[in-house]
């Protein structure tokens, strides 16, 4: 009689133990699958940095005009007016994610007595089709802003329906003055819308749209010739068109950049 009791009792205490080790008795795993709640990807989005880009900027020398553009293929060039005659800023982005770049060789061409480049490390955060922070980072100079902040510029495609009155700008040329350039696929310049030392050479201009962007290409071909203090070189870079409500009498604004391989270059800023 003890016997069956015993074996009773142990029953009840296999169907207990059985019980427990399936939880609540309802069937259900209570546990969580990593593999069907799996931890969120943060999301991430190709920097976007293309167009034309004004800003100002702040140094020891002051606050002035900043503009740039860079092209679809991450091209960058900048005109920083601590003065008539700009600094020239140069070089290629590397786009990144979620707003962020970088330009490994950030080259500066200053207006100064004997210009030499300066090649800098700049980063770039916050950069989309409204704007842009670039930093730069290494080989700074006194001249040389902490960061520029720049919105994008409203650039339009209307580049040769009229002449331009404005001043061609280099360090090692100096300033020149023109009432009359007019521009198409192909220019030759003169001392009257050129540089007056440059007298016995003729420099072209060649202008062509760039695709996917409100810019264009530029490419300055000077011709051999001692009378020039550039010679026998080729400079290209980019112009863009915007409109402009700080000139009495005009309404649209062009500026122009192009450089060497150096980085040492040559500008123009005409309005109409």
Excluded: H
């Amino acid at each position: 009689m003890n016997f069956f009791r015993v074996l009773s009792q142990l029953g009840l205490l296999c169907s207990l133990l059985m019980l427990g080790a399936c939880g609540s008795g309802d069937g259900a795993d209570n546990t969580t699958d990593p593999t069907t709640n799996p931890t969120p990807t943060p999301t991430t989005t190709t920097t976007v940095l293309s167009g034309a880009y004004q800003g100002t900027a702040t140094t020891t020398y002051g606050t002035q005009d900043f503009v740039s553009a860079i092209t679809p293929d991450g091209s960058f060039y900048a005109l920083y007016f601590l003065s008539t005659i700009p600094d020239i800023y140069s070089g290629t982005v590397t786009r990144g994610v979620n707003g962020n770049a970088t330009i490994p060789t950030l080259r500066m061409y200053p207006n100064i007595t004997s210009p030499t480049v300066v090649n800098q490390t700049a980063s770039v955060a916050g950069a989309s089709s409204a704007g842009y922070v670039l930093t730069p980072l290494t080989g700074s100079s006194d001249r040389t802003p902490s960061s520029f902040t720049a919105t994008a510029l409203a650039s339009t495609s209307d580049l040769n329906s009229g002449a331009w009155t404005g001043t061609w700008s280099d360090s090692a040329l100096g300033t020149m003055s023109t009432s009359a350039l007019t521009l198409g696929s192909s220019v030759t310049l003169n001392i009257s819308n050129f540089f007056t030392l440059c007298t016995t050479i003729a420099p072209t201009l060649s202008i062509e749209s760039i695709a996917s962007a409100p810019l264009f290409g530029a490419t300055l071909t000077i011709p051999s010739n001692t009378a020039c203090a550039r010679t026998n070189t080729t400079l290209t870079g980019v112009a863009f068109v915007y409109p402009l409500t700080t000139v009495p009498g005009k309404t649209q604004r062009l500026d122009m950049v192009m450089v060497d391989s150096t980085g040492s270059g040559i500008t123009f800023r005409g309005e109409r």
